[in-house]
């Protein structure tokens, strides 16, 4: 790619976004969009038609062949079925067409997605509809450029078949609560209130030839065997390193297709572990950063293909160095500019702030358990409570000031400012907090930095929908309890002080400080009655049990049926995933690693025998002791294989799923750690240029 590159021009141009409209549409559809997007109108045929052809001859002019609705199916991924504009005439001729029906409302089989028991298999219709809140976008590959129109994706009967609606529906539940809360507070001017979100992703890349020649990277994302190199990341010496030039290559094209289609990549370095990175985006509406987070997991592959590299977005490819997270950093904002998490200056603000503090805490301390288990998979189980990632269970860092501040206001004692005024809960005042004002706390699932919330529990290959749902739902639920607190109260300003003392006193348990990574911490979260989900298996099922059901059932974000769905569907992802990394251990481990160990112990025994056929009194102790340690080591893989083989048979006939499950989670990945032990002690004993794969200095340090 060219390096004069003129990025005004470049942002946006494959993003049929918002100037682009204004631009191609008339006036009056632009503002009856406006109005549809913001939910005072209905899309009517004229107006959609108009639009669909605007969105045609864009696409057309840059290229375009194709259209397709594009949705996001619990699969994780996203899903596409390309139709083109083509329509041909009477004559032999052909017409470009777009009509308005064909953007609004799709029909994909809906038979071969997940759908955790809503449907049978031949109940194959399903529908996707136009989110006119997010933009159209032209997507550019091997097939063409296609114009891909975000929408929701439900079936026949009308249950959510996707993570698009019920995002959706938790977004307009924390809307209407938090509506409800600036109202009683006096806030008469905002309108809408948004959850919006910047998610960090992090990735690791890995030179192709390396990948296709591991079995393991290329069916599972991780490598099931291998033995750390003498250097690791304990050095510290690629964080924030000096980017080496091929890496800067992939990055500088990455930023440019994701500015061309309106995706603000904003920052990159290189992170802890070596051969890893991270991009983080602008914040957008928690709908639309979902969507484009998803963009910019399919581009990064897309691209790092093209420099001969793959990207692995697997939350622990590499066991002993740094996993891979997704930091989903959140805040509400109102339509008036004012985000609702910075403590601000006045004192209205300051009390709004208050309040919503108060229900974050609330809301995290109550429900912790479901939100542990919307960063639940196979792959985060790996990474969680090890090497710079957080612990599973949930806390809160506030930071030192914030939290004595709060634990002052519920005693009613005066809190002092940095420059010595004083301030009291009675008139509503917050002392103004500096910028950086506390320390940032990295070793926190659930860290406030500033005017936001960082949830750093979220897996790295997941979609941010999951655990954006549950986040808005949870504080919309505290949020609605505290409205009607403050619309029945006769005195605002002592109720919100009530809210904030009862908030601290009933919820200060999930208040902690300290370092999550310590192993002080587990012990003092159990003595303070914090949930401990350690794994997928213990934390899914949350989403089943009555308190989860009756919160999303009550703000009408997912229904008993389809929470029921996404935990089958969960549980069965999870038992698939362990069952093809078990399949692969025991794969490597007989067909290629056992055969290439016993041919070293072959060549090292005819050694042996020949050096003693010339010198009988030479000294080949140190030989025969390698050769016993590797045959040893080869025998306790063979053992240990058998019992994987075993427990792997008991978990495939199980047809419980939650009880399949659980012997995936319990017994198979114990067998598959014992098989590695011996496996990984052979790889360092091996002859390198003997060993069939490629090591993890070969995938970790060679770019």
Request: charged letters at 25%; hydrophobic letters at 40%.
């Amino acid at each position: 790619m060219s390096n004069n590159v003129n990025l005004e021009e470049m942002y946006g141009s494959n993003c049929f976004s918002k100037s682009v409209m204004k631009e191609k549409l008339p006036k009056t559809i632009y503002k009856e969009m406006l109005m549809v997007e913001k939910g005072e109108m209905e899309l009517s045929k004229e107006t959609a038609d108009v639009v669909a052809t605007a969105m045609k001859d864009w696409a057309i002019s840059k290229g375009a062949t194709h259209f397709s609705h594009w949705f996001q199916p619990l699969t994780g991924t996203t899903a596409e079925k390309h139709d083109s504009f083509i329509d041909p005439d009477s004559d032999g001729s052909i017409m470009m067409e777009f009509s308005g029906k064909e953007l609004i409302k799709g029909e994909p089989d809906a038979s071969s997605f997940p759908n955790g028991g809503l449907r049978d298999t031949y109940e194959a219709r399903g529908y996707t509809a136009w989110d006119v809140s997010s933009p159209a976008f032209l997507k550019e590959d091997q097939t063409g450029i296609t114009l891909c129109i975000p929408t929701a994706f439900f079936s026949y009967t009308g249950e959510a078949l996707d993570k698009k609606v019920p995002l959706l529906k938790s977004m307009e539940a924390v809307n209407t609560a938090s509506l409800k809360v600036l109202s009683a507070l006096g806030d008469t001017t905002a309108t809408k209130v948004t959850a919006s979100v910047g998610p960090e992703q992090e990735y690791f890349l890995v030179d192709k030839e390396f990948f296709e020649k591991r079995p393991d990277l290329m069916l599972a994302g991780r490598t099931v065997f291998g033995a750390m190199p003498s250097k690791g990341q304990e050095l510290s010496d690629h964080y924030f390193g000096v980017i080496k030039d091929r890496v800067a290559s992939y990055m500088k094209e990455l930023n440019h297709e994701l500015w061309k289609l309106g995706i603000s990549a904003k920052t990159q370095h290189n992170e802890v572990a070596p051969n890893q990175f991270e991009l983080a985006p602008i914040y957008d509406s928690a709908n639309i950063a979902t969507d484009r987070n998803q963009l910019t997991m399919e581009t990064m592959k897309r691209v790092a293909n093209r420099h001969g590299m793959v990207c692995l977005l697997h939350e622990k490819p590499f066991a002993g160095v740094n996993g891979s997270g997704k930091h989903n950093n959140w805040s509400l904002a109102t339509d008036t500019g004012i985000n609702l998490l910075s403590p601000g200056s006045d004192p209205q603000q300051n009390t709004q702030f208050l309040v919503f503090l108060s229900a974050i805490i609330e809301a995290v301390d109550t429900y912790s358990p479901l939100l542990r288990a919307s960063a639940a998979s196979a792959g985060n189980d790996h990474r969680l409570g090890g090497h710079e990632a957080p612990p599973a269970v949930i806390s809160i860092y506030l930071g030192k000031e914030l939290t004595n501040i709060i634990e002052k206001i519920s005693k009613g004692e005066t809190i002092n400012n940095k420059k010595g005024d004083k301030f009291e809960m009675g008139v509503s005042a917050l002392p103004a907090l500096p910028k950086d004002a506390t320390d940032r706390n990295r070793t926190s699932p659930f860290a406030f930095t500033i005017n936001k919330f960082e949830f750093r529990m979220v897996a790295s290959s997941q979609s941010i929908a999951g655990p954006n749902v549950v986040l808005n739902t949870i504080v919309a639920d505290i949020l609605t309890n505290y409205a009607e607190r403050l619309a029945n109260a006769s005195d605002v300003n002592k109720e919100v002080a009530n809210i904030v003392k009862d908030c601290y006193t009933n919820h200060n348990r999930i208040i902690f400080d300290g370092n999550g990574y310590g192993a002080e911490w587990i012990p003092e979260a159990e003595k303070r009655g914090l949930a401990n989900l350690k794994t997928t298996v213990d934390a899914v099922p949350e989403y089943t049990k009555d308190y989860a059901v009756k919160l999303f059932e009550k703000h009408k974000v997912l229904t008993k049926a389809e929470l029921e769905s996404r935990q089958n569907i969960y549980l069965e992802q999870y038992s698939q995933q362990i069952n093809i990394e078990a399949n692969l251990n025991v794969e490597m481990a007989t067909r290629y690693i056992v055969p290439a160990v016993s041919e070293y112990i072959s060549s090292l025994t005819s050694s042996v025998i020949e050096l003693k056929s010339v010198l009988p009194k030479a000294n080949t102790t140190g030989q025969e002791k390698l050769i016993a340690d590797l045959s040893d080591n080869l025998a306790a893989v063979f053992t240990a294989v058998e019992s994987l083989k075993t427990e792997l048979a008991k978990a495939q006939d199980e047809e419980d799923l939650l009880k399949q499950a659980t012997l995936y989670s319990k017994n198979v990945i114990s067998c598959m750690k014992e098989v590695r032990k011996f496996v990984d002690a052979l790889e360092v004993m091996t002859d390198r240029d003997m060993w069939p794969f490629p090591s993890y200095e070969d995938l970790l340090f060679k770019l």
